[in-house]
């Protein structure tokens, strides 16, 4: 796996234990080793929060439940992100892994967050999506007390309700039109990074149009214009215009977007394309009705 370092728990906690947070007056401080390597300003509210420690707990914890198999530990500035992975899972023909991730900033630009998921190293793939099991919180006041409650029940069936919505959608269908729903949201004004988004993952739709399996069937001239077009001059998408893709495909892709994202961005994105669940239609239906 690219950028993982295979589990040694001596090796990490030993450069864990080199995170040092402190706050002197209204600054924090953050110091790997004896070096700072970022200073914040903070308000009186701002609670010190011991992360080292967090990140050993945790650790202790995945481990009675499962078997760690790579890590990978970022120390950057006063960001602090570790991803643990663990066992493997095929859905769909795509091999996954079981992972976790823990997230914390100690200059104010990321909440502290504890997240489940599934990662794909073969497609560059990570899944994040809603579970009991999380914790996203600032850094005030009662921060410390809600990181030690969550991940509590961590446990083999934390992973079921995402590899569910997966197994659900293979050998499924979703209508472009409904896609572009999903992607844009519903909120009168859609957001640019939203029609971003969608501009992204429709220009991967182009790549794939002429793969059968993928697509429903060959695209018209329109169609293929209609995918040149830039998200904020596609008003709708007409019924004559519309055409189905491959629902495992569009789930894939659009999520392959935000691989380099860290994994708050992830969980809001999986929720986001995880409603194809609910307008996925099966291919034995489109072929007996001839689409």
């Given at each position: 796996?690219?950028?993982?370092?295979?589990?040694?728990?001596?090796?990490?906690?030993?450069?864990?234990?080199?995170?040092?947070?402190?706050?002197?007056?209204?600054?924090?401080?953050?110091?790997?080793?004896?070096?700072?390597?970022?200073?914040?300003?903070?308000?009186?509210?701002?609670?010190?929060?011991?992360?080292?420690?967090?990140?050993?707990?945790?650790?202790?914890?995945?481990?009675?439940?499962?078997?760690?198999?790579?890590?990978?530990?970022?120390?950057?500035?006063?960001?602090?992100?570790?991803?643990?992975?663990?066992?493997?899972?095929?859905?769909?023909?795509?091999?996954?892994?079981?992972?976790?991730?823990?997230?914390?900033?100690?200059?104010?630009?990321?909440?502290?967050?504890?997240?489940?998921?599934?990662?794909?190293?073969?497609?560059?793939?990570?899944?994040?999506?809603?579970?009991?099991?999380?914790?996203?919180?600032?850094?005030?006041?009662?921060?410390?007390?809600?990181?030690?409650?969550?991940?509590?029940?961590?446990?083999?069936?934390?992973?079921?309700?995402?590899?569910?919505?997966?197994?659900?959608?293979?050998?499924?269908?979703?209508?472009?039109?409904?896609?572009?729903?999903?992607?844009?949201?519903?909120?009168?004004?859609?957001?640019?990074?939203?029609?971003?988004?969608?501009?992204?993952?429709?220009?991967?739709?182009?790549?794939?149009?002429?793969?059968?399996?993928?697509?429903?069937?060959k695209l018209s001239t329109e169609q293929r214009n209609m995918l040149y077009t830039d998200s904020t001059k596609i008003k709708e998408v007409t019924r004559e215009l519309d055409f189905y893709v491959d629902a495992f495909w569009a789930f894939q892709t659009y999520l392959k977007i935000f691989n380099r994202q860290d994994s708050h961005i992830i969980k809001i994105e999986t929720e986001r394309?995880?409603?194809?669940?609910?307008?996925?239609?099966?291919?034995?239906?489109?072929?007996?009705?001839?689409?």
């Amino acid at each position: 796996m690219r950028g993982y370092t295979d589990y040694n728990k001596e090796q990490l906690f030993s450069i864990i234990d080199k995170i040092s947070i402190t706050k002197e007056g209204t600054q924090v401080i953050t110091r790997y080793g004896n070096r700072i390597i970022k200073v914040a300003n903070v308000s009186n509210r701002y609670e010190i929060f011991d992360i080292a420690k967090y990140l050993k707990d945790k650790i202790e914890l995945i481990e009675k439940n499962f078997e760690i198999s790579k890590y990978r530990l970022d120390i950057i500035g006063g960001k602090q992100y570790l991803q643990l992975i663990s066992d493997s899972i095929n859905v769909g023909g795509v091999d996954f892994h079981k992972s976790f991730y823990i997230l914390n900033s100690s200059d104010k630009s990321r909440r502290l967050s504890f997240n489940v998921g599934l990662y794909s190293d073969t497609h560059d793939l990570y899944v994040i999506g809603a579970s009991n099991t999380g914790l996203i919180k600032k850094h005030l006041k009662g921060v410390t007390q809600a990181a030690e409650v969550a991940s509590e029940g961590l446990n083999g069936e934390t992973f079921n309700e995402q590899i569910e919505a997966m197994e659900s959608i293979v050998g499924h269908k979703v209508a472009f039109s409904k896609l572009r729903q999903i992607i844009l949201g519903d909120a009168e004004e859609v957001p640019q990074i939203n029609h971003r988004k969608f501009d992204a993952f429709k220009n991967n739709v182009r790549y794939v149009a002429n793969k059968i399996e993928l697509v429903q069937s060959k695209l018209s001239t329109e169609q293929r214009n209609m995918l040149y077009t830039d998200s904020t001059k596609i008003k709708e998408v007409t019924r004559e215009l519309d055409f189905y893709v491959d629902a495992f495909w569009a789930f894939q892709t659009y999520l392959k977007i935000f691989n380099r994202q860290d994994s708050h961005i992830i969980k809001i994105e999986t929720e986001r394309i995880t409603k194809i669940t609910q307008c996925a239609v099966r291919n034995s239906i489109l072929e007996s009705l001839g689409i």
